[in-house]
Nanobody, 124 residues
Framework: QVQLAESGGGLVQAGGSLRLSCAAS????????MGWFRQAPGKEREFVAT????????YYADSVKGRFTISRDNAKNSVYLQMNSLIAEDTAVYYC?????????????????WGQGTQVTVSS
C-alpha cells in the first residue's frame, strides 16, 4: 500500500505561484509514475501533469504547459508541482496519484493510489 499526502495549497492572487508537495509513505515511489490531477467544483477530475519513475520524462495538460512544472525526489519519496502564473481557472482541489508503471499515463483510471487532495484557490 502507498499512502499519499498533499500539502502546499492555499489562496493566491492571479499571477502568483504555489508549490504543491506530495509525500508518500508505505512504499518507495521509485518504481511508480506520479501524476497530478485536479477537480474544480461541478467538473470532472482532469489530468494536470505526470512524471515517470526516474524523472526523465514528464507530460502536461495543454492548459498548464509552460506554467506548471512537475518534479520528484525519490530519495525523499516525494513529488512536487510548481505552479506559476496562476489564473482563476486553476482553482480546484489538486490530487497526487501513483501508478505502478514505467509508462507516461494521463488517465486517472490507470492510477493505483490517490491522496486526499489540497485546495488551490486563485483570486482574480
Amino acid at each position: 500500500q502507498v499512502q499519499l499526502a498533499e500539502s502546499g495549497g492555499g489562496l493566491v492572487q492571479a499571477g502568483g505561484s504555489l508549490r504543491l508537495s506530495c509525500a508518500a509513505s508505505g512504499r518507495t515511489l521509485s518504481s511508480y509514475a506520479m501524476g497530478w490531477f485536479r477537480q474544480a467544483p461541478g467538473k470532472e477530475r482532469e489530468f494536470v501533469a505526470t512524471i515517470t519513475w526516474s524523472g526523465a520524462n514528464s507530460y502536461y495538460a495543454d492548459s498548464v504547459k509552460g506554467r506548471f512544472t512537475i518534479s520528484r525526489d525519490n530519495a525523499k519519496n516525494s513529488v512536487y508541482l510548481q505552479m506559476n502564473s496562476l489564473i482563476a481557472e486553476d482553482t480546484a482541489v489538486y490530487y497526487c496519484a501513483a501508478a505502478r508503471t514505467f509508462m507516461v499515463i494521463t488517465t486517472s483510471a490507470r492510477y493505483d493510489y490517490w491522496g486526499q487532495g489540497t485546495q488551490v484557490t486563485v483570486s482574480s
